[in-house]
């Protein structure tokens, strides 16, 4: 078996992802192939958790834009999130995998109400934790939320699984002459206005020196590579 080279990540999932190719709602399929892939890395030792986003539901300032005010569509999204976790928890633990949903909302019959020292306890123990509710405040982005929870938690790197296959510098679905980057700074991320990660998070990576690896998580095994050290996608450090 392969070793990895990080003890303990934070793995940053679209909700769009989760949809397949609709990009809507749930595709089982897609979610057993991506929890089939974290559970390679948690056999190796490595302590994973999980930030998802709620888009295959509901964005919160793109579907709420100008029909409703701006935190209650927020709320929304992180509900999104909730709802998510929850179903990766569950398809987790089909597939052998210990799991804990904690939710930055405290919806105790749900999940549990999330505290680090829970967290610590539950990677400890070999489990996965999935955190729900993005970081529980309107106006901040689920990237801004798995940037805090990777600060938190003391990740050796964020893991953000994406559609596209990492950071280019120029929108490549836009301009034919994009050229994908293999590694790339936060300054520099900030400076271009690269719109790869929000620049909240953006800031809080960068004042903590977490180094984000950005790839596509078509096919999910792209994980497990990034985790083993494979030079894919794009390194932002």
Not at 34 to 56: D, H, L, P
Not at 86 to 102: D, F, I, N, S, T
Not at 153 to 170: E, F, P, Q, R, S
Request: proline residues 4%; neutral net charge.
């Amino acid at each position: 078996m392969e070793k990895p080279v990080y003890r303990r990540v934070l793995l940053k999932i679209s909700g769009e992802a989760l949809g397949g190719e609709s990009g809507r709602g749930l595709d089982f399929g897609v979610m057993h192939a991506v929890c089939r892939a974290i559970k390679s890395c948690a056999e190796m030792g490595v302590q994973i958790g999980v930030v998802t986003g709620g888009g295959n539901y509901w964005r919160g300032a793109k579907d709420g834009g100008g029909r409703m005010e701006r935190s209650h569509a927020d709320q929304m999204g992180m509900l999104a999130t909730v709802m998510n976790s929850l179903a990766l928890c569950e398809v987790l633990e089909q597939e052998g995998v210990p799991a804990r949903v904690m939710t930055m909302i405290d919806m105790t019959r749900i999940a549990e109400p999330y505290s680090i020292g829970r967290a610590m306890h539950h990677f400890a123990k070999g489990r996965v934790v999935l955190f729900g509710a993005g970081s529980g405040n309107p106006f901040f982005s689920t990237d801004s939320a798995a940037a805090l929870k990777a600060t938190e938690i003391g990740a050796d790197a964020l893991l953000m699984a994406k559609n596209i296959d990492g950071v280019y510098t120029a929108d490549p679905a836009k301009d034919p002459s994009a050229v994908r980057l293999d590694h790339v700074s936060y300054a520099d991320i900030l400076a271009k206005d690269l719109k790869v990660i929000d620049s909240t998070a953006t800031c809080m990576l960068k004042d903590n020196a977490i180094p984000t690896m950005i790839f596509a998580l078509d096919p999910p095994e792209n994980i497990v590579r990034v985790v083993i050290g494979e030079k894919i996608g794009t390194i932002v450090s």
